[in-house]
């Protein structure tokens, strides 16, 4: 199969960077550790600022409670604090984790409807990025952690993904040439790949896949009650039962009212190694599920790996899979 194929075209209702403008980042999830990831985040702000942004920081993103996190008050004041100052243009996560959800009944939801910037983030972030378009109507993107934007491998690729996506620059991508964990070996990125072919514009929704999921029930999950394209990635903490993990949390979702009905696309993010994924795995679990003849694509470069793309959360997005191309117009 070609290369899998990214069109960023123009965006709209979606706030675009300008050099000089700022972008605050905030610890929603995992507090910054000076010790252990310091030079990794001053790669991430002097990456940024080499594109003209302007970066600062919560007041909180040092502070630790637990498990790594300062308390839900804090992280959701910083949140919040960034909502309310009109000179921030986006708010960045400064990294995954594993307790974004626990800020969702703090955010002051009023102070983001009157100034609807987007957020950025991936894996923890899930929450946010997804409760954002359901409670606020605001358009977010999944894409890359400012930790993430201080990795080493391929950096460039996701660097100009993200900056052609703030600037709203048409640019067409294609997959990466190489692509590899986080410090470890480079692979050659095979092509992203077609399950079922098909053409659709529909609205984007989703993420990884297990945070997704504690949506479920609360008044932040999407309501599914219009077309959508559901971004699917997942990380490989539960090992060799990955595969298994997806499967039935992918079944609950299928579960949900209206779900099944009004999925109208599916994007399948790479899975890291540990995960012990195949494409064969991706395969079995798709065609157990019977989902007709939607579009269906995997190995794209999202998820817990390196390189990623930059896709919008709570925007209409194109999505073209042929027997030998992928394309996704955002």
């Not at 308390?71 to 594993?98: H, I, P, Q």
């Not at 090992?239 to 997806?246: D, L």
């Not at 099944?260 to 679990?285: C, H, T, W, Y």
């Amino acid at each position: 199969m070609e290369a899998g194929r990214l069109w960023l075209l123009e965006w709209s209702k979606m706030m675009q960077l300008k050099k000089g403008d700022e972008i605050r980042v905030i610890a929603p999830s995992r507090s910054l550790d000076v010790t252990n990831y310091k030079r990794e985040y001053t790669r991430a702000q002097k990456r940024l600022e080499s594109l003209g942004y302007i970066v600062t920081f919560g007041k909180s993103i040092e502070a630790v409670l637990h498990f790594g996190t300062a308390t839900k008050e804090d992280r959701a004041n910083d949140f919040n604090d960034a909502y309310r100052d009109k000179n921030v243009k986006l708010v960045m996560a400064l990294s995954g984790g594993w307790s974004a959800n626990e800020i969702l009944p703090l955010i002051d939801w009023e102070a983001v409807v009157a100034n609807p910037i987007p957020l950025i983030g991936f894996s923890d972030i899930t929450v946010l990025i997804n409760a954002l378009y359901v409670k606020a109507g605001v358009s977010c993107f999944l894409g890359p952690n400012f930790s993430t934007i201080g990795r080493m491998p391929e950096w460039r690729y996701t660097l100009r993904a993200f900056n052609a996506a703030m600037q709203a620059v048409p640019t067409l991508l294609q997959k990466s040439d190489r692509w590899a964990e986080y410090g470890q070996r480079r692979y050659k990125t095979t092509a992203w790949k077609t399950f079922t072919i098909g053409e659709v514009e529909a609205l984007a929704l989703g993420g990884n896949l297990g945070t997704f999921y504690l949506l479920q029930g609360t008044p932040y999950q999407p309501c599914f009650k219009e077309p959508f394209i559901f971004l699917l990635e997942d990380d490989d903490e539960a090992g060799e039962y990955t595969a298994r993990e997806v499967s039935r949390r992918f079944e609950s979702l299928l579960q949900l009212p209206g779900f099944r009905q009004n999925l109208k696309g599916l994007v399948i993010g790479r899975f890291q190694k540990g995960s012990a994924v195949k494409p064969r795995d991706i395969e079995s679990i798709l065609q157990s599920k019977n989902l007709g003849q939607i579009p269906i694509v995997y190995n794209v470069d999202f998820g817990h790996t390196l390189p990623m793309v930059t896709i919008p959360i709570g925007k209409k997005i194109i999505l073209k899979a042929k027997k030998d191309t992928v394309t996704i117009i955002i």
